[in-house]
């Protein structure tokens, strides 16, 4: 079974700071892999799917990165905002399991003044 | 405005009753999803439909149902079996097959279900 972890669970850093989030799956045989936003009791938002043929996808300040063979996957986030201030969560999307996706428990990381 | 639409945004229940959430989407999607979101926790997939009048169960089916007798609604009913219904319900939509490679998901807004 796919088990998808994140690490660290919570994180906090001043404003303009470059960080890294880090996601991991354990089942190499992925479709694809996705980064979505989630601000307090709402929704999810996609910013970033991979291809498991990519290596990684740029959004402005943000940039994934996939090594399916190693079974990890980052997100990169330049010169950090207040307003990127959300949980953020990875998910994988299984090879023969339709658009199925099981995803991480999330980092919850806040950008301080 | 396109999108997905979930209701109420907060839902009070009294334990054993059955309590109905509605999802409902305009963007012209074949696929729905219902996920279940417990504090400290990831999503998990509790039933999907990737068309109309089919839907299958997903990692937590137990004490849920659905129903998807419209393209652009999915309701979810917690029923009185499921022993810990309190938590954050999350409705998603896709174009499912035919989104191929990229197919993404969009997320409503979210209902949070307490039971009293």
């Known amino acids: 079974k796919q088990e998808v972890t994140q690490i660290p669970a919570a994180l906090s850093v001043p404003e303009g700071e470059n960080l890294v989030l880090n996601c991991s799956f354990t089942?190499?045989?992925?479709?694809?892999l996705q980064w979505f936003r989630q601000d307090p009791g709402k929704g999810l938002t996609s910013l970033l799917l991979i291809q498991s043929s990519q290596r990684e996808q740029t959004s402005g300040r943000l940039n994934a990165s996939l090594d399916k063979s190693s079974g990890r996957s980052t997100l990169y986030i330049a010169a950090s905002q207040p307003g990127d201030s959300a949980t953020y969560l990875c998910a994988v999307r299984l090879t023969g399991g339709g658009n199925k996706l099981t995803f991480g428990t999330g980092t919850q990381l806040k950008v301080e003044l | 405005d396109g999108g997905i639409t979930q209701s109420p945004k907060y839902l009070f229940r009294k334990e054993g009753q059955n309590v109905t959430l509605s999802c409902e989407q305009n963007l012209n999607h074949d696929a729905m999803y219902w996920y279940r979101q417990d504090p400290g926790q990831g999503l998990r997939l509790i039933y999907y439909s990737q068309i109309v009048n089919d839907f299958q169960k997903g990692d937590i089916a137990e004490g849920y149902s659905v129903s998807r007798e419209k393209k652009e609604s999915f309701p979810l009913t917690v029923t009185s079996a499921q022993k810990n219904p309190t938590a954050f319900y999350l409705c998603?939509?896709?174009?499912?097959?035919?989104?191929?490679?990229?197919?993404?998901?969009?997320f409503g807004p979210g209902t949070r279900l307490t039971v009293l």
């Open positions: 089942d190499s045989a992925i479709y694809n």
């Open positions: 998603a939509s896709s174009m499912g097959r035919a989104g191929g490679d990229t197919d993404t998901q969009y």
